[in-house]
């Protein structure tokens, strides 16, 4: 079985300071990570993935993710962020399989 | 590309009526998976299918839900009878040939309300 860990609900952090949004996964074979981005009324975006490489990986409207095996984490990261930001971010695995498991979602607020 | 297209948006419906969800995959993609959105759940899989063929629908909660596939371009989920507790936001999502390592993209989900 895969899991997503989402640790915190709620992320709040003021425009132009750094953001990070926390996830740690859970799988059996090579571990493939994303992020996705929901806006409100919105369908899932995507933002990165993972899937071997560089443990730094870098995607859409400036986020980048760290890929850290030996603590299973793949945290979200942006250096300064926008009001724009403000939405509700998945992480996701897929092992081997077709099967993508989400994490709960943590919904970013940025303020201005 | 106009990316993954859902029909209708919005579902309102009473308790016992029939209700189809629509789904228009990206083109050239062989791979589309039914999801469902609730607060307390999160998103849940309900069912993939590979070159129109359902590969797992384990994810279906019962067999009021049903799935069709009948070609590339094409795909509806069904809900009869609906009852509340489906009140949900569906998304569909699609991805290219070698699912495995590659990304889904979703539509924009309709939210269906059961009365």
């Known amino acids: 079985a895969q899991s997503v860990a989402q640790p915190e609900d709620q992320v709040n952090v003021a425009e132009g300071n750094p953001l990070t949004v926390k996830c740690t996964y859970s799988?059996?074979?090579?571990?493939?990570l994303f992020w996705y981005v929901q806006y409100p009324n919105r369908g899932l975006q995507f933002l990165l993935k993972?899937?071997?490489?560089?443990?730094l990986v870098k995607g859409s409207y400036g986020f980048e993710a760290e890929f850290n095996k030996s603590q299973t984490s793949f945290h979200l990261k942006k250096p300064s962020a926008l009001v724009s930001d403000s939405a509700l971010y998945f992480c996701?695995?897929?092992?081997?399989?077709?099967?993508?498991?989400f994490g709960a979602g943590t919904t970013v607020t940025v303020r201005a | 590309d106009a990316g993954v297209i859902q029909s209708p948006r919005h579902e309102v419906t009473e308790m016992g009526q029939e209700v189809t969800l629509r789904c228009k995959p990206i083109?050239?993609?062989?791979?589309l998976f039914w999801y469902r959105q609730t607060m307390m759940r999160g998103l849940e899989l309900l069912i993939y299918?590979?070159?129109?063929?359902?590969?797992?629908d384990s994810g279906m909660p019962e067999d009021r839900f049903s799935a069709k596939m009948p070609n590339a371009s094409f795909s509806t989920l069904k809900i009869q009878p609906s009852e509340p507790r489906d009140s949900a936001v569906y998304f569909c999502?699609?991805?290219?040939?070698?699912?495995?390592?590659?990304?889904?993209?979703f539509g924009a989900g309709t939210r269906l309300s059961v009365l």
């Open positions: 999502a699609s991805s290219f040939p070698g699912a495995t390592k590659n990304i889904q993209y």
């Open positions: 799988v059996s074979g090579n571990p493939y």
């Open positions: 993972y899937i071997t490489g560089d443990n």
């Open positions: 996701a695995v897929r092992g081997d399989d077709y099967k993508l498991s």
């Open positions: 083109s050239g993609h062989n791979s």
């Open positions: 299918f590979n070159n129109n063929v359902p590969i797992d």
